[in-house]
């Protein structure tokens, strides 16, 4: 094939389709504390995060590798279906740093992971230097020598 091997998905549906599976498969029905099935007023059952939403898995889920993901990401074509899903797992792992047990691993993931976030401490320092009279009398024996 000239230019490379053939895309692994070849339309944004595809892709969203696969996406969409990958987050659901990070969820379970809620269960009460009888372990029965939770359902809202319309009937639906209510779902549980179980699993985090991850870029690595995210693209396990596309059968591609981390990298393949991000090449894909600079195809027109899927560039907004990854960059939503990508999203989505950025806000799960910004939602842990508010969690004791997870803040360690969402800051690490955070930092490596996404733009503009950073673990570096930026200190702007400024000092002013004044004249002491040990500058002022060298400067003026200076003038005198010349």
């Known amino acids: 094939?000239?230019?490379?091997?053939?895309?692994?998905?070849n339309t944004e549906q595809e892709v969203n389709e696969a996406i969409n599976k990958y987050f659901a498969?990070?969820?379970?029905?809620?269960?009460?504390?009888?372990?029965?099935?939770?359902t809202n007023i319309n009937g639906e059952i209510l779902m549980e995060q179980y699993k985090p939403y991850t870029i690595g898995g995210l693209a396990d889920a596309l059968d591609m590798?981390?990298?393949?993901?991000?090449?894909?990401?600079?195809?027109?074509e899927f560039f907004d279906?990854?960059?939503?899903?990508?999203?989505k797992c950025e806000v799960y792992a910004e939602e842990r740093?508010?969690?004791?047990?997870?803040?360690?691993g969402a800051k690490f993931n955070l930092i490596n992971n996404y733009a503009g976030w950073s673990d570096k401490q930026?200190?702007?320092?400024t000092v002013t230097v004044e004249k002491s009279p040990i500058d002022e009398l060298i400067k003026s024996i200076?003038?005198?020598k010349k």
Request: glycine residues 6%.
């Open 25 to 38: 498969s990070c969820e379970r029905p809620y269960l009460d504390k009888n372990a029965e099935t939770v």
């Open 122 to 125: 930026e200190v702007k320092n």
């Open 81 to 87: 279906t990854i960059i939503r899903a990508k999203r």
């Open 65 to 76: 590798t981390r990298q393949s993901l991000l090449n894909y990401q600079k195809n027109d």
């Open 97 to 104: 740093l508010f969690d004791r047990d997870g803040v360690n």
């Open 142 to 144: 200076e003038d005198i």
């Open 1 to 9: 094939m000239p230019g490379g091997r053939p895309k692994k998905w």
